[in-house]
């Protein structure tokens, strides 16, 4: 794993998470106004940068991010952000409950099992745009169930395109068929669940983390599909997210 920090070491830190298969240099693009009051800590997955090793999996990845914070931070952070994948990566680090991360922020988190299947054609459908730069006509389903629709492809250009063939594998398997786990109950970190009202996977994964979750909020901003808030409104994303996560 990668670890980018930007940032003033006098501000509080504040862990970002990228989505799947995203280029955490366009997360931080979009997220940079961040900097002026947090120290940023950003984190490539395996996989997703250049020179790195396969992805291993999403417990593998959380361990290293528990590991940088002890040794760097004391195990403890003023707070966390994660889009998408990056909200299931939250997920995973409140139920293995070894930081303190403060107030964590889950943005459109898909963690409702989706199953095996929808995995696997999904990368496919990834890895055939990685090597011919063109999406099949599935596509456009997907994006339907995500709420977005076919002017919304723009957004893939944040992918980062030069993951292998396993990397794609690995963590499209992990991610369709991750399963909220009974433990994250114990985490009494206050949890702010954000989704767009087209997002119905966030929706039924809101449902499913609620189950567990002791201290949340819960916003549906109306009109919105998956990564909208984000991509296209990121300054009013940045002050939103300090907004809720607060200054020191």
């Known amino acids: 794993m990668l670890f980018n920090e930007f940032g003033s070491k006098e501000n509080p830190p504040v862990l970002l998470l990228h ?4 280029d955490w240099h366009s997360e931080y693009e979009m997220l940079k106004p961040l900097e002026e009051h947090y120290r940023l800590i950003i984190p490539a997955q395996d996989g997703f940068y250049d020179g790195s090793d396969d992805f291993t999996s999403f417990a593998d990845q959380a361990r290293q991010i528990e590991e940088y914070i002890h040794k760097n931070y004391g195990g403890k ?11 299931l990566m939250l997920t ?3 139920t293995r409950n070894k930081i ?19 995995g696997v054609v999904t990368a496919w459908m ?9 999406f099949p ?7 339907k169930l995500m709420g977005l629709t076919k002017d919304d492809l723009g957004m893939m250009d944040s992918l980062y395109m030069k993951a292998t063939d396993t990397t ?7 991610n369709y068929t991750y399963h909220t786990r009974p433990e994250i109950a114990e985490n009494e970190t206050k949890v702010c669940l954000w989704c767009g009202s087209k997002e119905p996977y966030a929706l039924k994964s809101h449902k499913e983390l609620k189950r567990y979750l002791k201290n949340y909020e819960e916003e549906i901003m109306d009109g919105f599909g998956h990564g909208d808030f984000l991509m296209k409104y990121s300054n009013e994303c940045c002050e939103k997210i300090v907004s809720t996560l607060g200054l020191e």
């Not at 952070?77 to 909200?87: D, F, T």
């Not at 990834?126 to 063109?134: A, D, V």
């Not at 794609?168 to 992990?174: G, L, P």
């Open 126 to 134: 990834f890895k055939k745009y990685k090597n011919t730069g063109k």
């Open 100 to 118: 303190d991360m403060g107030k964590v922020i889950m943005d459109g988190c898909y963690v409702a099992h989706q199953g095996k299947l929808s």
């Open 77 to 87: 952070i003023h707070g966390a952000y994660g889009a998408s994948q990056g909200g």
């Open 19 to 22: 989505g799947m298969m995203q």
């Open 168 to 174: 794609i594998d690995r963590n499209f398997t992990e």
């Open 137 to 143: 006509a599935v596509i456009h389903i997907m994006m």
């Open 92 to 94: 995973e680090l409140l």
